[in-house]
C-alpha cells in the first residue's frame, strides 16, 4: 500500500464515539498491536490516532541523509512478516514500505486517524471506560475506550535535546537539529561540522561525505563503533533455497543469539569485546589513526548502545579524507565555525547538533484515574507492559540492548490474551497493584546514555523482583510474557457495565 492510497483508504471524518482499545501512534509499536488485534480479536474495535499526518513515526520523522536502523530488519522487523529485502540494515523508505505492506494485508487503513492528538485521558473506574481527550484540527473533542495503548514510542517528537552553546547566536552559517531537517538545505562543496558521537551522527558522516567540500564529526568523548554487513549474507542465501517465512525465523533465531552473545559477552568479558572491536576498528582505518583518541570509549561496551556501522562507511569517509573525527569540547560558537578548549577552530557553513532526543514517556498524554492525574514517575512498571495504578492501560517499550520489536511483539501477544482473560471470565478492568510498601526501587531503564539520565524521573520506576522487574532479555520476557499465565497475585480483576463500540472502526 503506496501513502496514496493509504490516504485515499483512510477515515476523512474524526474519530468519533467508543471503541474497545485505542491504539496511540502509528508508528511500528501501534501498527503491530494493530495486527495482533486484527488476528486474534476480531470481534473488537479499536482505532489507531496519531498526532502527525503519515504512519510510521521515526522512519517518517526524521528525514536526515541516510537514515537507516542500526538493528538488522529480521529481528527488528515484526515475527509474523518475513522481511525479504536483500539488506539488512535497511534504509527509512524501505521500512516505510514494509509497514505499508502490513497496513495493506490487515485492512489497517480505515483505523488509522491522522492529525488526532491525544491531550489527556480520564478512566471512571464506575464504567470502566477512559474518556480520551483529542486535539484535531485546533479543536478539542472526546472519544471513549476500554483499553488505553501507548505506541508513541519513548522520545518528544515537537522537541530533540537542544543544548544552548556559548556564542551561538554569532554563528553566521547554518545551525541543524537532524530531529527537524530542512528539505531544502544546501550542503554540498559546503564545511559542515556534526555534534555528536552516536547513531545519527555516525549515520551523517558517510551520508552527506561525498558532497561536502568536507565533514567533521566532533565528539566530546568517542563512542564504540561496531562494522556490520548491510547485508545479510546467511539470511539472503537462505532465501534463495527455503521459503520466504521459513529462512526468515532461521535467520531471526540465528540473530538474535547472536546479539544476546555479543551483550553477554560485554558484560561479562568487556576487555575482550573492546579488544575485538578495537581490532575491527584498526583493520577499517588508516594505518597510524589516533584510536585512542577518536574510537576508545572510557565506559564498557554495552554500558551505551554500540553504534553499527553498515559495510564500514563511516570508516571509508575517514579514509577518503572527506571526513574526520576530533574530539575535544566546545568552548564557544563563532562566526565562522566553532572554538575548541585546544585553541583550535573549526570552520563551518554548517553546523548540525546531533546531540540527542528529548525523552518524554506516553507522548506526553496526562493520564487521571477517577479525576486523580496520575505521576507515572510515582508507579511500578509491571511486565514491562503495564504500570500499578492505572488501570486498562499498556504501553510498548522495547528493549535497549537488542531490536526493539523483538519485545513489542510479545507485549502485543500478551496484552491479547489478557483481553481474552477478561471476556473469558466475564471482567471488565484490570489493575497491577502492588502490595509491597518496602519493596526496593530502581530507575525502569538501566542505561547510562545520557539521553536516558535526563529525563529517567519522568518514567515509571521498576522493582527488584516478581512481575515488578524491567527484563532486557528476550528469553526471560519469551517465559513471562509468551509461555507465563496471564492472571498473576498483582492484578487486580473487577466487572463494571458493560462498553459498546459505536465508532464504526470494528
Not at 510510521?56 to 515475527?79: A, C, K, M, N, Q
Not at 530533540?160 to 554563528?171: A, I, K, L, M, W
Not at 589513526?289 to 561496551?301: A, E, G
Not at 529517567?456 to 513471562?480: C, K, L
Amino acid at each position: 500500500m503506496s501513502t496514496e492510497t493509504l490516504n485515499q483508504a483512510r477515515p476523512k471524518e474524526p474519530l468519533t464515539g467508543h471503541v474497545d482499545v485505542l491504539i496511540v501512534g502509528a508508528g511500528i509499536s501501534g501498527i503491530g498491536l494493530g495486527h495482533y488485534l486484527v488476528t486474534s480479536q476480531p470481534g473488537r474495535t479499536f482505532a489507531i490516532a496519531d498526532s502527525r499526518d503519515a504512519i510510521g513515526g521515526t522512519w517518517d520523522l526524521f528525514r536526515y541523509p541516510g537514515i537507516r536502523s542500526d538493528s538488522d530488519l529480521h529481528t527488528f522487523g515484526y515475527e509474523f512478516k518475513p522481511w525479504t529485502s536483500d539488506n539488512s540494515i535497511a534504509d527509512a523508505h524501505e521500512i516505510l514500505d514494509y509497514l505499508h505492506e502490513v497496513i495493506d494485508e490487515d485492512g489497517l487503513a480505515k483505523r488509522i486517524f491522522f492529525q488526532h492528538r491525544v491531550i489527556r485521558a480520564d478512566f471512571c473506574s464506575e464504567t470502566a471506560r477512559w474518556t480520551v481527550v483529542l486535539e484535531v484540527d485546533g479543536k478539542q473533542s472526546e472519544v471513549t475506550c476500554g483499553w488505553l495503548f501507548s505506541a508513541t514510542g519513548y522520545y518528544d517528537y515537537a522537541a530533540g535535546h537542544t543544548p544552548h552553546f556559548e556564542g551561538q547566536e554569532d554563528f553566521e552559517g547554518v545551525v541543524v537539529h537532524p530531529q527537524f531537517w530542512p528539505e531544502d538545505l544546501d550542503y554540498r562543496d559546503k564545511e559542515v561540522v556534526v555534534i555528536g558521537s552516536g547513531a545519527t551522527a555516525v549515520t551523517l558522516i558517510p551520508a552527506m561525505a561525498d558532497d561536502v567540500a568536507h565533514i567533521t564529526m566532533l565528539q566530546r568523548s568517542p563512542t564504540y563503533v561496531m562494522p556490520l554487513p548491510r547485508k545479510d549474507p546467511i539470511a539472503n542465501g537462505l532465501r534463495k533455497v527455503l521459503p520466504d517465512k521459513t529462512a526468515y525465523r532461521i535467520t531471526r533465531e540465528i540473530n538474535k543469539a547472536r546479539q544476546r552473545v555479543i551483550y553477554t559477552m560485554g558484560q561479562r568479558h568487556p576487555k575482550v569485546v573492546r579488544r575485538i572491536i578495537r581490532e575491527l576498528n584498526t583493520r577499517a582505518l588508516p594505518k597510524g589513526y589516533d584510536l585512542d583518541t577518536h574510537f576508545n570509549p572510557s565506559y564498557k561496551p554495552w554500558d551505551q548502545r554500540l553504534c553499527a556501522v553498515p559495510d564500514n562507511d563511516l570508516f571509508k569517509a575517514i579514509c577518503s579524507g572527506k571526513a574526520s573525527v576530533v574530539t575535544d569540547k566546545i568552548v564557544r560558537f563563532t562566526k565562522t565555525g566553532i572554538l575548541l578548549e585546544s585553541g583550535r577552530e573549526l570552520k563551518a557553513d554548517i553546523i548540525v547538533t546531533a546531540t540527542g532526543l528529548k525523552l518524554l514517556p506516553f507522548g506526553g498524554i496526562q493520564l487521571s484515574v477517577d479525576g486523580d492525574v496520575q505521576d507515572p514517575h510515582q508507579s511500578l512498571v509491571y511486565k514491562s507492559f503495564m504500570v500499578s495504578g492505572i488501570p486498562n492501560f499498556a504501553y510498548a517499550f522495547g528493549y535497549t540492548n537488542s531490536s526493539w520489536t523483538l519485545k513489542v511483539d510479545m507485549i502485543c501477544e500478551h496484552l491479547c490474551r489478557l483481553l481474552d482473560y477478561l471476556d473469558e471470565h466475564g471482567y471488565t478492568t484490570v489493575v497491577p497493584v502492588c502490595d509491597d510498601p518496602n519493596i526496593e526501587k530502581r530507575p525502569m531503564l538501566d542505561f547510562s546514555a545520557g539521553y536516558i539520565l535526563r529525563a529517567i524521573e519522568q518514567f515509571p520506576q521498576q522493582g527488584t523482583t516478581g512481575p515488578w522487574t524491567v527484563e532486557m532479555n528476550f528469553r526471560a520476557d519469551r517465559e513471562r510474557l509468551r509461555r507465563g499465565p496471564v492472571a498473576d497475585p498483582a492484578l487486580r480483576f473487577s466487572t463494571a457495565a458493560r462498553s459498546v463500540a459505536t465508532a464504526g472502526v470494528a
